[in-house]
């Protein structure tokens, strides 16, 4: 489980750096069955290997915006908040959870930490990127903004969910771009083709989508999903 750095004007903090993740999350989790447990960042990557020992499986939450740095690009002007530390902190956890098999699930920036971590690119700004895409985030006031994917017939995600058509929940004003070395795109958007979901098909369980399933939990396709990753988290456990 991975949280986010900010800063927090409380009385307890003022303002100082904190580390936090968003309750929902933890609840999904724990409503799956599973044991949540925040991970702190560290750019020490021996404090990274000795983390990941007691864990059965990492979940990539969302985030602000990886660093663009990254993947070798300047920040566009609509690039906001994106964090050196948690950037390179996800990678040192994915190249680490990958060498193990440990089960990984991505979740919005999750989606994109993956695809980074293993070579690929992003879009830093659809709607100056990719002009005709549908509306992936909403504006100010408006209502969340939701659109239709499609799935690969073959794919993990399709045999977890049952179908290969569904409408999903959107809040991302990045995607991916260019595919990292191995993964599959497994899901996308209609009619736009952006990809919405990832899959590295020679591990036991390695999937990211660009939606955010703890914000639409009530959904049994959601529950599915969750439950498929704490299931793979116990296959790990046992055979370990
Ligand atoms: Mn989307």
Redesign the pocket.
Known sequence: MDYSPGTDERSFSRGRAVYYVNENYLQMVEESGGIPYLLPATDRHDTVAEMLEPLHGILLTGGTDLDPSSYREEPFEETSEFDRRRTFFEFALIREALGRNLPILGICRGNQSLNVALGGDLYQHLPRQVPGAVK?RAGKGEPVAR?EIEIEPDSKLAQILGRTRLEVN?Y?HQAVRKVGQGLRVVAR?VPDG?V?ALELPNKPFCLTV??HPERDFERPEEKKLLAAFVEAARTYAKQR
């Open positions: 992936h659109h959107s991302h958007s952006i919405e660009q939606w």
